[in-house]
């Protein structure tokens, strides 16, 4: 069985229940909710992650930003990202401050040149209101972070002239309902910054708009807002989204995050529009698809005041369905990019605009993932029926019974994850999250949450091996643990950890008196190479050692619906205490969803009730297309991927370095006449070229010094013959370059 497109007869009839369910909401929201309804198919149609290679994305976050500071009065020198909920925004605003803290130029070095022999943070000291209190204690709680936080009840100002000099402060965080002594902000702010009295060099002054603002209040803040280094707030009430932001003021400080990528890649820096560098982060976090939604309802909320009906909003969904790309990836040419990019907000825009720029600026140029000659990274594809399910996700947030609703969409996808992994749902339960980062640190915050460590004065010792994704090297910085305290283990020539030195560094840590080997971290699937570390090994130490294991399976979990997988496998899920993976890499689902299960009763750390809506458009998917389409497709791309090998190891001008590994590739073009230097010239050089080229669409990964391309086999109707192409194109492009 194929993931095939709805057929008319489906499309027609699932629209017509969307229109039934609007027609029960009360007549002032109807339009509304039709309106959500049509951009949710909308980002389901462009299935947009983060990441460089996403243009449009990533313009669209970035405009939304900018209008989002304008609006509260900042206009230069403002940098921001979009979370996925209000306390997520709060905590890249804590987490910024920790990493700066840490060190200021950490964030500005290359991907290549991370450098994790950082010290931990040991002493942060965070200032807040009594309103603000109640809010950020849940906040650091939820995220176990261990930060001393005082309470102020009086005049700020004077609280600092009578306890200045005994007090080290860094953060200090308010909210609108502290404005009766915002007159004074100004004065208060050039204090601290310019005065060199003992405990005021550096305090950063941090606004939280955690509630709708009335036209005196947003005066107010529009007034002082460049008196904030932070600000954060969310999109909720306005624009109907869970989404929230963090705007860092002054560019004093790096905006950056478990979730976010560094800006510095959002400006596409070469002639061609591409980087050949990897993102900071890879795509973790629904915030340029949230983007699109926030951006269409800044840009055309005029448009629910016109004569715009319910049925022509949902008979545009069909339109949606039928846009198809005309290349995998087209870059936005530089005049076009830079003018959508300076846009203000107009008035008087109509929904045809809307259907302009949504079809000739918006969605030709999408990141690509939605092609099946797209194989860079491990990004997916969604099926094909995802513009049309997704919506059921908005209908149900109007339901009066919205969180019920979602939990059970949560619950039942939970069940079929656990069925998929061989995991007894007795003892295992899971969560819905917004991305395989945070999957990855309520896993892992949970594991050291388990162990009270902190209340006995000794360190949590983290092991990890070189293939380990780097988002939870940051967790553990971000938390304070600092990198001192993670153990990189080495590899084997596949790309697995080295059990025998993991082996050897446990027993050297054991006899430590102020430290713990507390998690043990495995891949079901590596980064670079796609291999699958030894799990039985892995967990036999971390028994031996009463140390937690999590495993890691951001896209190879779902390899398990593979017969051949599952019966080489079986049991290794079942030796996990949490395990992290993605739907929206290798289940064909939209961005964003993914997930964090535990095999065992715990006190999970995370706030994660509002990510159960995510579920529900993977229910959906499951109900129509049922769980054999998954199955047929990820072994055609397993099937497909062994076929790739053969066809490379019988090319006498390419070398096969890994692979297949869960339909992972990592080969390279070869010439006698070239140095090895010469070599990772040139298949850097192809890499970029084809990629500029826009028809096929790797990556590029390093093994043993090597500059290898890079292809992951991940999309649901990805052929041999496509790939039979792809093999002439790069040969075709080496052997040019030679000649030349």
Known sequence: MKFNKPS??????????YKTEITKLPSSKQLVVAFDLYLEALKAKLNTPSGYFNQIGNFLERVVIRWQAESLGLFDNIEGTITADHNQARLVAIQTLIFNAIDSDYLLKQYSDYDYKLKGLTNLNILCSKSSFEIFATVFESSNLNLPVNTIDS??????????????????????????????????????????????????LYLDINE?????????????????????????????????YTLVNNNKDVLHDLFTQDAKYLEQPNDKGINSQPPIDGPSLSKDSEALKIYCHMKYKNILDSELTVNELINQIIKIGEFEKSSTWQSMEPFNRKKFLNQSLEQNLTFSDLQTEIFETILPFGFGNTQSKFYGWYVGSANPASYLLDPFKVITKHKSNSIEGAKLAEHSVISTIQ????????SSHGYFTSGGSESNQVGILTALNQFNLANNNVKPLVYVSESTHFCIKKVLITTGIGADFIRVINVN????????????????????????????????GTTGTGVIDDIARIHTLASEYNSWLHIDGAY????????????????SFKLADSIAGDLHKWFYTSYCSAFVLFNKEVQVVGNLELRAFDAIKTQKSLEFY??????????????????????????????LLTGPNLGVVNFR???????EEELNDMNALIIKEIQSEGEFIPSNYEIDGKTTIRVAILHHSSTIEELKDFITAVVEKGNQLVSE
């Open 8 to 17: 008319s007869r489906q499309v027609q009839k699932i629209t017509s229940e």
């Open 155 to 204: 005049n700020l100002i004077d609280y600092y002239l009578n306890e200045g000099n005994n007090l080290k402060v860094d953060f200090v965080i308010l909210t609108p309902r502290d404005f009766n002594y915002l007159s004074e902000l100004q004065d208060l702010y050039k204090f601290i910054n310019f005065t060199e009295v003992t405990g005021f060099d550096g305090v950063s």
């Open 212 to 244: 709708n603002l009335d036209s005196q209040t947003h005066a107010k803040i529009k007034e002082f807002s460049h008196c904030f280094k932070r600000i954060t707030g969310s999109f909720m009430d306005e624009y109907n989204s869970y989404a929230g």
């Open 419 to 426: 069925g998929i992994l061989n995991l007894d749902s007795r």
């Open 493 to 524: 020539k596949d790309g697995s950890m080295d059990t025998n030195h993991l082996n050897t560094i446990l027993q050297e840590d054991s006899v430590l008196v102020d430290c713990k080997p507390a998690v043990i971290v495995a891949n079901f």
């Open 556 to 571: 190879g979990w779902s390899s398990m619906l593979s017969e051949s997988i599952k019966n080489q496998h079986e049991e």
């Open 626 to 655: 049922g769980l054999d389409p998954y199955k047929d497709a990820i072994e055609s791309n397993l099937l497909v991927t062994q076929q790739f090998c053969d066809l490379i190891s019988q090319n006498q001008t390419l070398e």
């Open 669 to 675: 073009y070869i010439n006698q006449s070239l140095t």
